[in-house]
């Protein structure tokens, strides 16, 4: 809700829910108390200076440069190739797929540029068309390789009703034998070995979460190896097309096929024909996100700091060097 600018106080937000038989439900009030602070508005500490270990993001045609790796951009606004440590990621490029009654939407167009470069920032834009859909993303790449990817599906030049759009992320599978996802909670989510065997070996359903009757929406999911991975992530589904009411379709899915391990993200996982633009946001982070320290097997928890600033050894914490570990 956009509220109007209000004025320093304690304010009450009232909310109702209407019944298609036309009974009103009220809901409890929302407490807020509105002040303005001296300090809102300033710019001080905003700077696009590069502290280490990061580098400042580099451009090189289609591909930009972080510390410890590399993206290609493509079309749709996400990653033709990740490397990271030297080692390349994805099986094949990602992409934006979508079914329709006539089958498998095929793409006319898909063109990407990167429109601005700054040291801690860079910002391709793209798009993307079928006679169906059309998909508008621009991307944001951050100093530490985090994207940030602002979609829009609008629809196509001959609209139709969509089965189902997915992002698809091919992964190469030997580089992925691990795997993290969160779903509700904070000491219940999931890590370990990615599911074994082949087809579909992986979807949301066995997140754990606790509001059932929206849907199987999943947060984050990470797939990697110990030193390199990739995680695909969004804070809410807003704007995603989505069953809900205790509804056993997947909005995330896994599917291994020979070598390849793909995680397909449906933003549509119901029919639906687009009569309005529906706009999206949702991240991609390759790992790691900086270099490890020097040393940090040996001295994880900074012991000479801590004896140089008095903490007697029997303090320190247990993956110390006093310890041994």
Not at 38 to 67: A, I, K, Y
Request: charged letters at 20%.
């Amino acid at each position: 809700l956009k509220l109007p600018e209000l004025a320093d106080g304690n304010y009450a937000l009232a909310t109702s829910v209407e019944t298609t038989d036309g009974r009103t439900i009220p809901g409890q009030p929302f407490r807020l108390v509105a002040r303005r602070f001296p300090w809102e508005g300033n710019t001080l500490g905003t700077t696009d200076e590069v502290f280490p270990p990061f580098t400042p993001v580099q451009v090189n045609g289609r591909s930009v440069t972080v510390v410890s790796r590399e993206m290609t951009m493509n079309g749709f606004g996400l990653w033709d190739q990740v490397v990271s440590l030297g080692r390349p990621l994805l099986a094949a490029p990602m992409a934006v797929c979508c079914e329709t009654a006539a089958g498998p939407g095929v793409w006319s167009r898909a063109d990407g540029r990167f429109v601005s470069q700054r040291p801690k920032q860079a910002v391709v834009e793209a798009e993307a068309a079928a006679a169906a859909v059309a998909v508008r993303a621009r991307s944001s790449v951050e100093i530490d390789g985090c994207t940030k990817v602002e979609m829009v599906l609008a629809p196509g030049s001959a609209p139709a009703e969509i089965k189902r759009l997915w992002i698809e992320v091919p992964l190469r599978d030997a580089e992925a034998p691990l795997m993290h996802t969160i779903g509700d909670g904070l000491r219940q989510n999931y890590a370990g070995a990615a599911p074994g065997g082949q087809g579909a070996v992986w979807d949301g359903s066995q997140v754990t979460r606790h509001e059932r009757w929206r849907n199987l929406f999943v947060p984050y999911v990470w797939l990697g190896a110990a030193e390199r991975g990739l995680a695909f992530f969004a804070e809410n589904d807003k704007g995603w097309v989505t069953e809900k009411g205790h509804s056993k379709t997947p909005t995330h899915e896994l599917v291994r096929e020979g070598e390849r391990l793909t995680l397909r993200v449906y933003l549509v996982n119901r029919s639906v024909a687009l009569t309005e633009p529906r706009s999206l946001v949702f991240g991609l982070q390759a790992s790691p996100t900086k270099p490890l320290p020097d040393n940090w097997r040996q001295d994880p928890a900074r012991a000479d700091d801590l004896e140089r600033a008095g903490v007697p050894p029997a303090n320190f914490p247990v993956c110390g060097r006093a310890q041994g570990n």
